[in-house]
């Protein structure tokens, strides 16, 4: 039997707890962004212009920073291709979500991408599930039903559409996992934004939702853009370098606690007990699954 490292323990200071208190508030805001969103656009051309807005802020940066090249562009273009579609559709899909459930809800059923990450590891990797992995899984899976088959047509299709998806986000980070390691992070990030600003383009378009925004919409894209794409992202791997990643993973699943807060305070909403119950049940899975590792 292979033998698992211990691992080591994190260093956590001042600088640390606070890099990730504001990691667990941006992260959170996802869904809260796209409900805000909601009234002013539709939620392709909402995706598609917080995701503009977060290309050309990190592109600016990259290119002050001389550290923009034109070559990856050309070697990998396939690759940004297939991951730029799966993002611009799993972007799309979040957002439409939002018209159908809660926020506070959407972000625990999200959690569920660690358990799809981890299936898809099985599947293409060929790696091995221990038991309490498996316990783990499973418990998530039926926490993830426990919502998805609740009373209302629109309640399940809104959270179908969030386990697409996650299904399809956490695709895309296994093709980055298995390809995306040799570039600079910089040259990856950039392409990454810029490919999936373009699918998203081109599905604004092709849906006939593409219009220009008015001045508040445009401060709110703007905001959103830069919280949920720039220094969300920008946290998260910064974090990422300083943690392991089933620590990572675990403190994030408080996540959705903020989020729920964020939509009692915005929205006046609360999840109903069955939500919570399956809610719980996701994010338990996902501590259990990452605490095993």
């Not at 009373?151 to 986000?169: H, N, V």
């Not at 093709?175 to 390691?181: A, C, S």
Request: glycine share 8%.
């Amino acid at each position: 039997m292979q033998q698992v490292a211990p691992i080591s323990p994190p260093n956590w200071n001042a600088q640390t707890a606070a890099l990730f208190a504001g990691l667990l508030v941006v992260d959170s805001f996802h869904y809260i962004f796209a409900r805000l969103l909601l009234p002013h656009l539709h939620p392709t051309a909402s995706a598609f212009f917080v995701l503009a807005v977060g290309t050309a802020e990190v592109a600016l940066f990259a290119g002050a920073q001389r550290q923009l090249h034109w070559r990856p562009f050309r070697t990998y273009f396939w690759f940004f291709a297939a991951i730029g579609f799966l993002i611009a559709s799993s972007t799309v899909l979040s957002y439409l979500s939002i018209a159908y459930i809660d926020p506070g809800v959407a972000a625990m059923l999200g959690k569920s991408g660690v358990i799809i990450s981890l299936l898809l590891s099985l599947v293409w990797l060929r790696e091995r599930l221990n038991r309490v992995q498996a316990i783990g899984a499973a418990f998530a899976v039926l926490g993830a039903i426990t919502i998805s088959f609740h009373p209302g047509a629109a309640m399940q299709w809104g959270a179908l559409l969030i386990l697409l998806s996650t299904f399809l986000y956490a695709l895309h980070a296994a093709i980055v996992k298995r390809w995306g390691g040799a570039m600079a992070f910089l040259d990856f990030f950039v392409f990454r934004l810029l490919f999936t600003s373009a699918f998203l383009f081109c599905f604004a378009v092709g849906g006939g939702h593409l219009r220009w925004p008015d001045a508040p919409t445009w401060l709110l894209l703007v905001l959103t853009g830069t919280v949920d794409v720039v220094i969300s992202r920008a946290l998260y791997y910064q974090t990422l370098r300083l943690l392991p990643m089933s620590i990572h993973t675990i403190i994030l699943t408080l996540s959705p606690v903020v989020a729920i807060g964020a939509s009692l305070l915005l929205f006046g909403e609360f999840p109903g007990a069955q939500d919570l119950i399956g809610g719980g049940m996701v994010l338990a899975g996902v501590f259990v699954v990452s605490r095993a590792r």
